[in-house]
């Protein structure tokens, strides 16, 4: 089972690129997020949706864009990539359901130079 | 603002030892609280998921005890491996959209 994947694994950018990372996940699941993980700060949620079409800011939102246009697609957008964007970004999904755990993926490595 | 603090950051024990991860949250308003384990460059994988009605959640060797009153969970690991080793995290769920907000972890360190 695939579960959650995140494409890509690492990636470099230099300030001021741009890049899409994707999110895709195959257990039906309405709600779907993204989260970034950096030392001493842990886990903070940048984005979230909780069903196709829609979004919603987290803790950190700002530099940061999403869509869901596919149920089982949510991707995260840097229009204008900055040093302090360089962090592990970790997707995760879930049912609607109150009580249901949240599934993560791998995380993706960005460093931006 | 929910905010949560684990205890103790690390923790390096022999083989063998039963051990308690403390987790304590400042809301008590939750709807259920989650354990993850997080191996060194990868994702989080789901232990537990304690309902804010229930006390304790059992898994193998897990436990995980639940105190909402007072913002405080506990992750009970009996008979402790070498696999065990690796970074817990834990996340109470914040109302609305099932958020979780996370500690920082623990990291667990077991000797052979």
């Not at chain 1, 697609?73 to 302090?84: C, D, I, T, V």
Request: charged share 15%.
């Amino acid at each position: 089972n695939a579960g959650v994947t995140q494409t890509p694994k690492f990636r470099v950018l230099k300030t001021g690129q741009s890049m899409t990372l994707l999110c895709a996940q195959d257990m039906n699941h309405e709600y779907m997020y993204w989260y970034r993980q950096d030392p001493g700060m842990g886990l903070r949620l940048i984005h979230y949706s909780v069903g196709e079409g829609t979004t919603a800011k987290g803790e950190v939102p700002d530099g940061y864009n999403v869509s869901r246009l596919k149920k089982q697609n949510f991707l995260l957008g840097l229009e204008s990539a900055a040093p302090s964007q360089t962090s592990v970004y970790f997707c995760a999904s879930s049912y609607s359901t109150v009580g249901q755990p949240q599934h993560f993926g791998d995380g993706t490595r960005l460093s931006i130079l | 603002k929910q905010e949560v603090t684990q205890i103790p950051a690390a923790l390096s024990v022999p083989e063998g030892e039963n051990l308690v991860l403390n987790c304590s949250f400042t809301d008590s308003a939750i709807y259920n609280l989650q354990w993850f384990r997080q191996d060194p460059g990868k994702g989080l994988t789901s232990l537990l998921l304690i309902q804010s009605s229930q006390r304790e959640q059992t898994s193998g060797r897990l436990n995980a005890s639940l105190d909402k009153s007072s913002g405080r969970s506990t992750l009970y690991i009996a008979a402790s491996q070498p696999g065990d080793s690796a970074t817990y995290l834990c996340a109470p769920s914040i109302q609305g959209a099932q958020k979780l907000v996370f500690g920082q972890g623990t990291r667990l360190t077991i000797n052979p």
